[in-house]
């Protein structure tokens, strides 16, 4: 099926008959049961950040904030901050919430770079060059997708020990690129086989090796695929904490472990949580409300490519 | 000035004591220590502890030229933002920043549970150790020195005697060698709501285990409900068990059980969880806690819907600095049961939270003192703060430390002998089927002889 | 066709995923399975060999495994016939052409985004005994919820641990439910319509065949996510041992940092083993069906 099909769609077409009032209003009323389902929990956890503790645990359960304590947000930013000597401050910049905001961002894009990268040679290795294997070599990278990451952990963690890269970006980046390969390849492969295979030998009869159709044939045309793999990608690294809490350190951890790192031992602060998690959280969701479009599509291409 | 002359008193009376001493019950573990390293020195070049220790003596004399030399020092341990023990940890390490002007320490907290996890994948590798890391002490840091990951701190402590006393140094002793310098130390204790306890007509905290079943049922009836116990976190039911079991079998009994002296198998034991047990069925305890983590159940504490919070004695330092509620709350120890067999003054807890240098440290003496005198400050305003009593000698003015801080040194004084946390005291592997049958317990799916036979079954 | 696949081109090409793949992924399985064999007290120590002892005291009552497992396939169960019908249902709405299409997709699909452990903790709130949604709620309908909460109460914590899990990834499997319905092509929902076909019988009979694949695709995910699922329980189970909602996952990272790494490694195979069993098995059911589904 080409891709444009997928969007091009018309909602006349279907109208041929008119649905049934009654069926048309139950739709409507579960579409908005949903809705509210998801979104409950948001409003819920922006009302809380903004309360105070005592009215989170009791007084003031639902409702909107009886003050408003955008305090709360101001405090999260101290988090992990304190004026104190240059070598204090060097470190505690480290700590604070910008800084794992953009340890988050700076891995997801690596990882994203270099998942690409392998997966786009190896889906052109596997799709479009004839050799015996290549079948099953798919299918093994197929059953990667199913493989759960904690099993990887300490061998993982033992070898990268011994490599000298723990703590450092690279001790994320690889392993959420090769457990986020699988997906990779198998979203890339859907795209591929949509190039027609005329052009490589088009391309092989002006004299052009594999390495020149891929790179002047192949890369080229997957621009599309490549939005949709980066999405794939970002949607399994993004929030992963295991690996994130125990190979980062303080210079390296990710979002996820700020999170849960607001909940010490002792807390009872709930409405700084409160705005701690919504700080880690919205401006992905707000990203999202601006590219929900375009990221809905590049998901969508992919579930029809896969 | 009270409090000076409560706290020679207090350090009296511990010196008289012997704490638990985990060194005997790590003694044959040590001994597999060298076939440990041999395998570890196979697989990496981690250096082991005993090869360490002389390596670092020939090395004295570098130490002069470290000295002036900026040297960086890395330290992970668990003071997050959120931790009480924070504000101590700040303080302590800006106050060694102007002392050791040449040493910068890059330390990094992480939480609780996430840290148990680092720090063993840490040691289980070797590489990557930072130099001075936060540990319990007894079985916990006890692994690390039988993988031979852990520097000896004889000579070091050695400079210390005076400030720091021998016998808080039990918890940390294997073999007969030092590898820990311990902060603060923590009991467990029982903190009442007193606003609450004359609401059901009592003026004082029970004194003895009939009147705590009065006050029970007295609070009960008046629609108070006495205990809160977090059942999300399991450490939190071991915290009302282990007294209720020290307090029924002895001291002595539970010491013996906890480091496998003794075996699980014993009618007493089973009676006490059974006391426990009633006193659940008996609607002591908040329903509610069931599945709650320990912060909401201390926040209902605080927010006055338990009567009782039975926890460890760090809770003071959170107490205390909430103005509206330290007026109310006082703080006693759990009365004895059995007095043919416990009396008041036995008490679980002793030095737990402990400093200590890893063997792959490449400045280890450096961060030897280094930690030895952060542990020093640490312990110091930890105890103002008062997130615990001090492991060391205590100076300066501590007559500002709160009202409930210097109760639990007054019950120290008077202690008769410690035992140390259950899941501290016991080994990584005995430690799990431990708390599953005490999770068991709570849950009400094991009675006090389904407790012992299981655990006689599940450990040695 | 492309035959000038010379074996060092062909080698060039993969060698980074390969790389990835097997230094990552396959490694650690090999490790996992000679790692089982041995008690492993230390990960530096693998102690004694004892050979399948590892696979069958998990099952004593001691490490009770299989209530994990059986946890694990509840929780599979839950995803493949509510989760995913869920999904399913409001993707064949959606997918109808409604107003406000684009909206209702985006808000579905918000949950995937947001971190395990946010979701963990914000539902912890909602379910808090005391001043909880869910606690607050069945007052004012005046329903009795136990004392101790549904997290509380071993008879409701599974289920309340499960809907969260749920409820996160509805959204993801809409998406892709969606677009394979988007896929269908419009000349054949006319054309049944035409026919004279209600609303659900173009979905039974021409929509759902044209997706099979996709949800086949779905199934696979959702039931490998079950059996591997672990972030969000971990924030609901904190330390607590024992808890009624146990999954492989959980007891395989405590074991692993608890001295027993033989033990965790075995749990590490059994859920390699299982994984790859339902995704052969899956695949292998939708393969004798196809035959009706083709697109």
Redesign the interface.
């Known amino acids: 099926m080409a891709r444009s099909d997928v969007f091009s769609y018309n909602t006349d077409i279907y109208s041929v008959k008119k649905t049934n009032k009654f069926v048309n209003a139950l739709i409507y009323v579960g579409l908005v049961v949903w809705l509210l389902i998801d979104l409950f929990p948001l409003y819920y956890l922006f009302t809380f950040s903004l309360k105070s503790s005592k009215e989170i645990t009791g007084t003031n359960v639902i409702g909107l904030p009886q003050e408003w304590l955008w305090s709360n947000y101001a405090r999260v930013f101290q988090l992990g901050k304190k004026t104190g000597k240059p070598a204090m401050r060097h470190f505690f910049a480290n700590g604070g919430i910008e800084k794992c905001f953009s340890n988050s961002v700076l891995v997801a894009v690596a990882t994203i770079a270099i998942c690409l990268i392998a997966g786009l040679m190896a889906t052109y290795a596997i799709t479009r060059i004839a050799w015996k294997g290549s079948k099953t070599l798919n299918s093994i990278f197929m059953l990667g997708i199913t493989i759960p990451m904690h099993v990887a952990l300490y061998p993982i963690y033992s070898s990268f020990g011994k490599m000298g890269i723990l703590h450092s970006y690279a001790s994320l980046i690889i392993p959420y690129a090769a457990f986020s390969l699988s997906m990779a390849i198998m979203v890339c492969t859907g795209f591929m086989n949509d190039i027609p295979k005329e052009l490589d030998e088009s391309a092989c009869i002006d004299g052009c090796g594999s390495w020149g159709i891929f790179f002047h044939i192949i890369v080229p045309l997957m621009k599309p695929a490549l939005a949709t793999m980066s999405i794939y990608i970002f949607l399994q690294c993004w929030n992963e904490f295991m690996f994130s809490s125990v190979f980062g350190d303080e210079a390296h951890y990710t979002l996820p472990v700020f999170v849960s790192n607001l909940k010490g031992s002792n807390i009872t602060d709930w409405g700084l949580v409160g705005a701690g998690l919504v700080l880690a959280t919205f401006p992905m969701l707000i990203t999202y409300v601006f590219m929900s479009r375009r990221i809905q599509e590049s998901f969508m291409v992919g579930a029809v490519k896969g | 000035m009270k409090m000076k002359r409560l706290v020679s008193v207090l350090l009296a009376g511990v010196m008289t004591l012997s704490l638990v001493a985990c060194g005997s019950a790590a003694e044959p573990a040590t001994e597999t220590a060298p ?2 390293t041999e ?2 020195a196979v ?2 070049p981690a250096p082991a502890a005993e090869e360490a220790a002389p390596a670092a003596e020939e090395e004295a004399p570098a130490e002069e030229v470290a000295s002036d030399e900026p040297v960086t020092l890395t330290m992970w341990c ?1 003071a ?5 023990n ?1 504000h101590a940890y ?1 303080q302590a ?2 106050d060694m ?1 102007e002392k050791y002007p040449n040493v ?11 840290y ?3 720090i ?2 840490a040691m ?5 150790l930072p130099d001075i890391f936060f540990t319990w002490s007894c079985a916990f840091l006890g ?1 690390f020195v039988e ?1 031979g990951r852990v520097y000896c701190l004889d000579d070091t402590l050695a400079k210390y005697s005076d400030e720091l006393p021998e016998s808080m140094l039990g918890n940390t002793t294997y073999d007969g060698k030092h590898y820990g310098v311990p902060t603060t130390m923590n009991i467990v204790a029982l903190f009442a709501n007193m606003d609450l306890l004359a609401e059901a007509g009592w003026d004082h905290v029970p004194v003895d285990y009939d009147e705590l079943i009065q006050c029970c049922d007295d609070l009960v009836a008046a629609g108070i409900i006495p205990f809160g116990c977090a ?5 939190c039911v071991t915290e009302y068990l282990e007294p209720i079991i020290e307090k029924s079998i002895g001291a002595d009994a539970l010491n013996d059980i906890f480091l496998g002296r003794a075996t699980y198998n014993n009618p007493d034991v089973a009676k006490a969880v059974d006391t426990f047990q009633e006193m659940i069925d008996k609607g002591y305890f908040d ?7 320990n ?2 159940v ?3 504490f ?2 006055g ?1 338990t009567a009782f919070y039975q926890n460890g004695t ?2 003071c330092a ?1 107490f205390a600095n909430d103005e509206e509620f330290l007026p109310k709350v006082q703080v006693t120890e759990f009365p004895v049961i059995d007095s043919s067999k416990s009396k008041l003054g036995q008490l679980i807890g002793g030095p737990s939270d402990t400093l200590a240098v890893a063997a792959t440290s490449e400045n280890a003496e450096l961060a030897a003192e280094y930690a030895a005198e952060l542990g020093k400050l640490i312990c110091h305003y930890g105890y103002l703060d008062g997130c615990g009593l001090p492991a060391w000698i205590p100076y300066g003015d501590t007559s500002d430390i709160n009202p409930l801080t210097q109760s639990v040194a007054e019950i120290c004084a008077n202690a008769d002998a410690y035992v140390l946390f259950g899941d501290t005291a016991m ?3 005995d ?3 431990y ?2 049958a ?3 317990v709570y ?1 009400k ?1 094991l009675d006090g002889q389904g407790f012992i036979d ?1 655990l006689a ?2 450990i040695r | 066709m492309n035959k000038k696949g010379k074996p060092f081109t062909i080698i060039a090409f993969l060698l980074p995923a390969l790389i990835l793949f097997v230094g990552i992924l396959i490694w650690p399985i090999i490790a996992s399975v000679h790692h089982s064999l041995y008690t492993y007290p230390t990960f530096a120590d693998p102690g004694e060999f004892v050979g399948f002892k590892n696979y069958t005291d998990l099952f004593s009552s001691q490490y009770d495994f299989g209530r994990a497992i059986l946890n694990a396939l509840i929780l599979a169960a839950l995803s493949v016939f509510i989760q995913l019908p869920l999904a399913l249902g409001l993707a064949l709405m959606l997918g109808k052409g409604i107003k406000g299409e684009r909206f209702y997709l985006s808000v579905y699909f918000a949950p995937v985004l947001i971190s395990a452990v946010v979701i963990g903790m914000l539902w912890e709130k909602i379910y808090n005994p005391i001043y909880g949604l869910v606690t607050k709620a069945a007052e004012a309908l005046s329903i009795s919820v136990p004392p101790e909460g549904l997290l509380g109460n071993p008879k409701t914590a599974l289920l309340a641990v499960f809907i969260p899990t749920i409820w996160q990834y509805v959204g993801y499997h809409m998406l892709l439910m969606y677009a394979g319905i988007k896929g269908v092509s419009p000349e054949l929902r006319e054309a049944a319509k035409l026919d004279g076909a209600t609303d659900g019988q173009v979905n039974r009979y021409v929509v759902i065949p044209c997706i099979k694949p996709i949800i086949k695709v779905s199934i696979i995910f959702a039931i490998t996510g079950s059996l591997k699922s672990y972030d969000l329980i971990k924030v609901f189970a904190k330390d607590a041992y024992n808890c009624s909602y146990k999954v492989p996952s959980l007891l395989l990272v405590r074991y692993a940092f608890h001295n027993a790494g033989g033990i965790a490694s075995a749990i590490a195979v059994i859920m390699i083993v299982m994984c790859f069993g339902f995704a052969i098995l899956v695949n292998w059911l939708f393969k004798e069906r196809d035959l009706y589904g083709k697109k």
């Open positions: 076939a440990a395998e570890a697989e990496e668990i997050t933002e959120g931790d009480s924070r700040e390490i800006a920043e910068t320490l890059e330390w990094e907290a992480i939480e609780n549970e996430a148990k996890t680092k063993a994948t289980a590798d070797g590489n990557d692994d993988q059942g999300g976190e399991t450490w329903p509610a806690g069931a599945s709650l983590p912060d909401d201390k926040a209902n605080m927010a819907r760090w809770n959170d080994s990584a592997v430690k799990d089927p708390l599953d005490v999770a068991k849950g799916e299981e079954g599940a």
